[in-house]
């Protein structure tokens, strides 16, 4: 079909960019571009079958060069020279197109960093992972948590704290190749994503470091923030992947757990997952579940110790907490006081030693719970 133009409104013409006389003189193909061929074709032969195409969405190339998206449906009729022709309605797809894209950055990106979100990187992952079952290559997940980034925000404020951000965006994406993922999670949490390292995992756990490395020293470069110069840190864990049949939070769920031994390492850090992080962290869960449980069964004891001078003459006697489990027996305060400490039921805890070491009903005991005198 050469589709030459018959007759338009001066909408049309207007979305053309072209005068009455030249569009008349030119053929319908010239206004489509190469890629839209097999599509305009098949939407002919639907024409030829049914007598109605569309609505499709393709684009038009406009006189100036320049592209306009637009929806077209149609059909075909008979003149009254008894010639049939292609009526079609022609939509100018620009304002919608535009709203689409932004609905769909604002769902897949983040607004601070412009980085690929969340939900983008889950979506890159499960590519990533059909890419590595073909080619066998490994990939690796590295989760960057920024040191003392709340320090920050307290100080300084959260507007310093979003320029420390949108910096520690610009230095990540300079670390990695083209093909790789750079992506923010929240708060300061940034994901990377490589993929086609080596087949063989020590080669890819090389390839890795030297990526978290490289990075580790972008990030402790000093920043100007507003003026004011600031120095950060950064801890990293590192996964290795090859067709994970875990799946994206597992393999998130990793590379987190090697994050914090980063932390526990002292900071400024790069720790690759290992399953023994996840059964101490499993353990460490457990031990913190149960302790919270521990005040409301009354498993928690106090013990006293008597204390003596050289001559061994008793000088007073020294309160000390332990906690009788039902199942792991007596764990040892160096177990439980330093979680304590960290998840904040320490406060529970201390409020309840202190009620118990009160004078009650003013006679001097030790109130209703009862003690044990460790004596040598």
Known sequence: MKGNYVEFNEAFRKICGYSAEELKALDYWQLTPKEYEPLEAAQLDALRQTGYYGPYEKEYLRKDGSRIPIRLNGMLVSGRDDQRYIWSIVEDFTEKKQKDELIWKQANFDVLTGLPNRRLLLDRLHQ??????????????????????????????????????????????????????????????????????????????????????????ALNEPYVLAGHEYHSTSSIGATLFKDHQSGVEELLKQADIAMYEAKKAGRNALRFFDPQMQEALNARAALEGDLGKALGKQQLQLYFQLQVDAMRRPLGAEALIRWQHPARGLVSPLQFIPLAEETGLILPIGQWYWKRLAPSSGHGSIGRQPATLFCR
């Open 128 to 217: 990533a992972f059909s890419s590595s079952k073909r080619s066998g290559k490994r990939g690796a997940l590295l989760f960057i948590d920024l040191d003392d980034f709340k320090t920050l925000n307290d100080t300084l404020g959260h507007d310093i704290g979003d320029l420390l951000l949108q910096q520690v965006a610009q230095r990540l994406t300079t670390c990695v190749r083209e093909g790789d993922t750079v992506a923010r999670l929240g708060g300061d949490e940034f994901v990377l994503m490589l993929e086609d390292l080596s087949e063989e995992a020590l080669g890819a756990a090389e390839q890795t470091e030297a990526v978290g490395e490289k990075i580790r020293h």
